[in-house]
């Protein structure tokens, strides 16, 4: 696997990323279980904890104390300033459909993985969608082991999806990009993306991480029968860091 190439990277076990993982597992584990964040943060009859934001890192992405160190600086820019991670816990059954999902959406996050690109929120009644969080990249750290609904990345996305949004805001400053609803161009390019790269599911355990470029199509895979994991259901911390200057978003760096 291959970053640049592929879209994603599974880095080997590293002692410093297993310590960090060991200290956000225990943090994890009391937030997942308080009332007042089961309420904010459950989705999909209760089967997907999104947390946003949800793990009390340091600006660092320290966790009590413990660094957030690991073998990923030659891969990515840690410069940048950290944002409390998402904590994000799948359970069983994953994903139920909520009363307020409609059938098309919950058909395509059954189906899909709920394929998406990070960074493009949908807004408005509507739910078009607007680059307002153009990412550096996505750091993933699995926080117990697990078999369950294991990430999926689309390889070679971030190459088709560079080449529609480079011709999608060809004529604008990127100072600009973040107010043009880009709906249509971003669902022609996943349509594509579906039609043309492979699908593959990335597992990875306590002490490894995920890179996944910023610009790949990625997602969750259902709960199957038969899949395993803790108590606490399958459980990775995701950093998202916001680059400052949004022309960097379409380079290739």
């Not at 956000?24 to 937030?31: D, N």
């Not at 991670?85 to 409609?102: I, M, N, T």
């Not at 929120?121 to 307002?132: H, N, S, T």
């Not at 107010?179 to 669902?187: F, H, K, L, R, S």
Request: hydrophobic share 40%.
């Amino acid at each position: 696997m291959d970053l640049w190439r592929d879209g994603w990277t599974v880095l080997p076990p590293d002692d410093r990323v297993a310590r960090w993982a060991t200290a956000a597992h225990v943090l994890g584990c009391q937030i997942t279980a308080e009332p007042a964040q089961q309420t904010r943060w459950l989705r999909h009859g209760g089967t997907w904890f999104v947390g946003v934001d949800a793990l009390p890192n340091a600006a660092d992405g320290s966790v009590a104390g413990v660094p957030l160190d690991g073998p990923w600086g030659d891969l990515i820019d840690t410069s940048v300033p950290l944002h409390p991670a998402q904590l994000s816990v799948v359970y069983p059954g994953y994903p139920q459909r909520d009363p307020d999902e409609s059938e098309a959406a919950h058909r395509f996050r059954r189906d899909r993985d709920a394929a998406h690109l990070d960074g493009l929120l949908a807004l408005g009644p509507d739910k078009r969608r607007f680059l307002r969080e153009p990412h550096a990249w996505i750091l993933g750290l699995p926080l117990n082991t697990s078999d369950a609904s294991p990430l999926v990345v689309w390889k070679g996305s971030h190459k088709v999806i560079r080449t529609a949004f480079a011709a999608r805001f060809a004529s604008l400053a990127p100072e600009l990009w973040g107010d043009e609803d880009v709906t249509e161009a971003y669902q022609a390019a996943r349509k594509q993306v579906f039609e043309t790269c492979a699908r593959v599911e990335v597992r990875s355990d306590p002490g490894q991480a995920v890179i996944v470029h910023r610009l790949a199509i990625h997602g969750v895979a259902p709960w199957d029968d038969g899949a395993t994991a803790p108590p606490e259901g399958r459980m990775i911390a995701y950093f998202r860091p916001v680059l400052a200057d949004a022309a960097r978003w379409l380079s290739d760096s």
